[in-house]
């Protein structure tokens, strides 16, 4: 039986990005969104499976990994992805924006990980991904990065207790990756791009990273990838940058 991941925003962006990866090495992958994806690649649809989901609902990520257990009776990996940035000051925010970037960004991967937790076995992985924010604040950005920070946190905590259980827990934290959800955020007057995302982002590439270029979502999930592979066995409590050398550590 091949190995199995779930993902939740695994439909479009980043997380299908990291759900192919996943497919094109043989895994079946079960996604959870609050969107599916219309169309899927011939070669992947006996593989792949979608449910529609909220992940700030609780008994939605049991669902998630209730129905992944029922397809394959296994789960090799779980990744919590599915998230938003918005910037806004610090005067502007209000309880409904702090709720919904928190309950999404933060609490929704506490659900993911309580469901994974209940069903992961021995030499399994749980994965969380972050972002650069988790490693430092940025103007106009302090919702967003403390939930990142919340997960940097979290990720450490479950890697002690899961642990002595032979599961392992490490985060991902890419610097900004060109995807849709992304160029919208930067279309906000707001945000670092002043509304002007694809200049920002390449002024960003050429001053602010080593290698004068931004990582992909491709990369991305080479790490993911990794860090559920036998390769990093050794390997649990991290938070990993990709980020192509704009915060060396």
């Not at 207790?161 to 060109?178: D, H, M, Q, S, T």
């Not at 670092?192 to 982002?201: H, N």
């Amino acid at each position: 039986m091949a190995n199995t991941l779930v993902i939740t925003g695994g439909s479009k962006g980043l997380g299908w990005a990291i759900a192919e990866k996943y497919l094109q090495n043989g895994w079946s992958v079960v996604s959870g969104s609050r969107s599916t994806r219309p169309t899927i690649e011939a070669s992947y649809q006996d593989r792949f499976r979608q449910i529609e989901m909220d992940v700030r609902d609780r008994a939605a990520h049991k669902t998630l990994v209730g129905a992944a257990i029922a397809w394959t009776g296994r789960i090799d990996c779980f990744i919590n992805n599915a998230g938003f940035s918005e910037w806004r000051p610090i005067s502007d925010i209000d309880e409904e924006f702090l709720n919904s970037i928190l309950e999404t960004n933060l609490k929704g991967y506490f659900w993911g990980s309580q469901a994974a937790a209940s069903i992961l076995q021995p030499g399994s992985s749980l994965i969380n991904i972050s972002s650069l924010a988790a490693r430092r604040g940025t103007p106009n950005n302090s919702a967003y990065v403390a939930s990142k920070f919340g997960v940097a946190g979290l990720t450490q905590s479950l890697a002690k207790e899961l642990g002595p259980k032979g599961i392992r827990v490490n985060a991902v934290c890419p610097v900004l990756v060109r995807t849709e959800g992304l160029v919208e955020a930067l279309k906000d007057k707001t945000s670092p791009a002043g509304g002007k995302p694809d200049e920002f982002l390449d002024n960003f590439a050429t001053s602010q990273t080593a290698l004068g270029a931004l990582p992909t979502a491709s990369q991305v999930a080479d790490m993911c990838f990794f860090l559920s592979s036998p390769q990093a066995s050794a390997i649990t409590g991290q938070s990993i940058n990709v980020d192509c050398g704009v915060l060396p550590n």
